[in-house]
């Protein structure tokens, strides 16, 4: 009996959440034909329990181009967000980075 792809990246995502020292964001690339949909990209993301850091939003030749980078949220959890984004339509296009970043060390600052 073998493990589906996504066990074995829930249970990577797992493991890595325990790593002291690091941080997780996540960098999602969307394209959407109206600027306005990202009033219902912004309900999801919220309802997914992440923080947004970072967001463009850029015209492109069929619509808008968004990036924004997340955080607060796991890798798995990012994923069904940008799928979820795609299946009811809210995006054309969209693809994901995951960054794994060293914490500042706060007592040091």
């Given amino acids: 009996m073998g493990l589906s792809n996504s066990a074995c990246r829930a249970s990577g ?25 990202w009033t219902a990209v912004s309900e999801r993301v919220s309802c997914a329990g992440a923080d947004v850091l970072a967001l463009q939003l850029a015209r492109s030749d069929g619509g808008f181009d968004v990036r924004c980078r997340l955080k607060q949220v796991s890798a798995q959890s990012a994923r069904d ?3 979820t984004l795609l299946d009811d339509g809210l995006a054309e296009r969209g693809s994901i980075e995951h960054l794994v970043l060293a914490k500042r060390d706060v007592a040091a600052a």
């Avoid at 959440?17 to 306005?36: I, K, N």
């Fill in 13 to 37: 995502d797992a493991a890595l959440a325990d790593l002291p020292g690091v941080e997780f964001q996540h960098d999602v690339h969307l394209a959407v034909r109206d600027w306005t949909a």
């Fill in 81 to 83: 967000l940008l799928n």
